[in-house]
């Protein structure tokens, strides 16, 4: 169509278990219905992506080399794609801030005059050595940004420091993750060991570094010595998978530590946990708190997890230097209480329905070529 905007959105992966490519997903219908096309460029293959669906609205998917496997050929595949397409597209919203130094430059040099910068995490990396090195790229590419979006005021902070920004929730379709009883019952009869077990502590994220697993299995096994019918589920594939399989084995809980994998399914996961539990080493926002938040749990987030996750006002927060025992008894006190009916009404008040943030995102677009 004529009149139709395309906006290359720059992610890490398609990945479905990527919070950010849900983000865009989940932005993508709104946009569609008023003339704006996502088109995406990434850089890590997965799996169980978003292609498919992606394709079906229209979008134009770029592919470039892994960026940790070889940098010089990642900066030479972007350079070339924006060389190609950059007259298609009049924005350009990035949201990976590693990647702004060669990503927002070359859409300079191409003359694409909106170029959007967006931080979703409060860290660059859970490696320390990764956060010196990204540092200088990162400071180097926020010159070349126009505009500065952050999921949280945390991230936001983290990468824009004093320099202006604004907040855009991750919004979600609120309605998709409502709890299910019926659902719930079914997928533990398929998922546990004992469809009985409580408490059901769930996790949902790529099998990452940044998500701090191997400490949430150590928990676990002393959350065992208190409620011994518990069983832990965890949903996503990523790096780690192999050493968290050995460390389930190593201790013996095949039984009742559930690595579920990769999964297109994940908004009926919430209805099978009894908690959710996030102990991640740095977030900013995650889209999988506010899932969780909108299937009715109550959460257990590290203090790493932005304050602005607690959509409800019933999270709890606790330190990664906090007891394995002291971490167990607020799972198993979150888990007792009763699932929150109201919280999808609050998670809708917070701003975060992908309709409500879909508009402003769509808002901020059209004013920038009008």
Known sequence: MADELRVLQVVPALSKESGVMRYTWNMMREASANGIVFDYLYHISDTLTFEEECLEQGS??????????????????VNAIIAKTGQEHPIIHCHVPNSAFCVLKAAKREGVRHRLLHSHLAA???????????YPLIKYGRRFSTVNLACSKEAGNYLFGEGAYDIFPNGIDIDQYRYDRDEGVKLKEQLLTDKTAFPVIGCVGRLAKQKNYPFM???????????PNSELVIAGDGPERRSLEVLVSDASLGDRVHLLGARDDVNKLYSVMDVFVMPSLCEGLPIAAVEAQAAGLHCVFSDDVSSQSDLTGTARFLSREDSHDSWARAILDAAGEKRGVEFPRLVEQAGYSSASSAQRLVKLYLSLVR
């Open 124 to 134: 660059s990396s859970e490696h320390l050595f990764h956060r010196f090195r990204n």
């Open 217 to 227: 299995i150590e928990v676990f096994k002393q959350l065992l010595s208190i409620a």
């Open 60 to 77: 134009r998917i770029y592919r470039v080399p892994n960026a940790a496997e070889n940098i010089a050929a990642y900066v030479r595949g």
